[in-house]
């Protein structure tokens, strides 16, 4: 009976070791949050905001005050060069006209007087039957009727195109996606010319004005490939294409940007001026490559040198987190350290990257697929942020 006893008792012993040690083991192995390498494509991308507007875009306005007598377009009409689009009342320019065109031959009529008076004393004169002062004075006052015709005429030529610019025309061939005024509505041309319709040239090829920051501006270049997306279609992506980085700065509270032009295809009209675009402008693009999470190159453990962990934190501008957005998802550095876990234990291993996207690392020499890369410890050695009770700060640690 005591030999049974004890050999139940040897077994429970066993059984309770065993559950412990394999107790112990997954404890130490859940000890840290780990990312395995994979192999797979990445793109690395400078983001932005702007705003989509038409290639051609014509502000018509009036050269003359008056009232608008009619209209013969609205909102989204198609227009020609050429084609009437409004009428400003013409009755008191056509009056002008008619009281230019009297005074111009009125100043005919001096003209033709003083040509047969300066004809005349010319003839006397001649037989000196009249002074030479008398043959002077005609001839300056046919001057002066000459002169005085040309300015009749100038005023009669500004009074008819006055009247002519109460017909306001198209000047391109286009849409109208906006119109200022109604008719009966009063214009003033006076300090400026006042905007009656706003006419895009062609919808279909429109252009996006993206504000890229100055810490990206050096990676964007002509001819990148451009992925967008806008709020009326969250699940589209637009694709569009870099034709011009301007070099006048921008600058917001002290936030200097540089204009972009993102050229688009705008076919089936679904984009339409004003919209916000969300721009990705492709920087570079590899297709299987090793790549690692952004949260390894950032891991250091609790007993990492103070020197060394700030070394390795990711640079400014780096694809890591705490990032402003709207930036390029790159980083500046390719020698890094990241722990492998080998066993129960991380390892350091140096490694060469390469692109980023932001939360992916492309990684070009020292890791191999399918290791696993510490991000975070959950559970380790009491340390003065450990959990402890009563500590306010407790629970798993994230590095």
Do not use: W
Not at 234 to 240: L, V
Not at 305 to 313: D, E, R
């Amino acid at each position: 009976m005591n030999r049974r006893n004890v050999i139940i008792a040897a077994a429970i012993t066993l059984v309770l070791a065993l559950f412990v040690l394999v107790r112990c083991g997954k404890s130490s192995a859940s000890a840290f949050q780990t990312a395995t390498v994979t192999r797979g494509p990445i793109t690395q991308a400078v983001t932005a905001t702007g705003t989509l507007n038409p290639v051609v875009n014509v502000q018509v306005g009036s050269q003359v005050s008056g009232n608008i007598q009619k209209l013969f377009a609205d909102f989204n009409s198609p227009v020609k060069a050429g084609q009437t689009v409004a009428q400003i009342d013409p009755a008191l320019f056509q009056a002008t006209v008619t009281q230019a065109e009297g005074d111009l031959a009125s100043s005919q009529a001096g003209l033709e007087l003083a040509r047969i008076n300066a004809t005349r004393t010319q003839s006397l004169v001649a037989k000196q039957n009249s002074p030479q002062s008398e043959l002077d004075q005609a001839l300056a006052n046919l001057h002066q009727a000459e002169a005085n015709v040309k300015i009749k005429q100038g005023a009669l030529d500004k009074a008819k195109a006055d009247l002519d610019h109460c017909t306001i025309v198209s000047p391109i061939d286009g849409t109208i996606i906006s119109r200022s005024v109604d008719v009966g509505q009063t214009v003033a041309a006076s300090l400026q010319a006042p905007v009656i319709f706003t006419i895009a040239n062609d919808l279909t090829k429109m252009q996006i004005d993206s504000n890229v920051a100055e810490a990206d501006v050096g990676v964007v270049v002509v001819n990148q490939q451009v992925d967008f997306t806008v709020d009326a279609f969250p699940n589209q992506t637009f694709h569009g294409q870099v034709i011009q980085v301007r070099n006048a700065p921008i600058t917001v509270q002290n936030v200097v940007t540089y204009d972009t032009v993102i050229g688009v295809s705008n076919p089936e009209l679904k984009l339409k001026p004003g919209m916000t675009a969300n721009v990705s402008i492709v920087i570079s693009h590899k297709d299987d490559v090793l790549k690692i999470s952004n949260a390894g190159l950032r891991y250091r453990p609790p007993d990492a040198a103070a020197p060394q962990s700030q070394a390795s934190a990711p640079a400014p501008g780096s694809g890591g987190a705490g990032r402003p957005a709207g930036g390029a998802a790159r980083d500046r550095r390719t020698g890094r350290t990241v722990y492998v876990l080998q066993g129960n234990r991380p390892q350091p291993a140096q490694i060469k990257t390469g692109i980023s996207d932001g939360v992916m690392t492309e990684v070009t020499d020292g890791l191999k697929e399918g290791e696993r890369v510490v991000t975070a410890q959950l559970s380790g050695p009491t340390t003065a942020n450990a959990t402890q009770p009563g500590n306010p700060f407790s629970g798993p640690r994230r590095f």
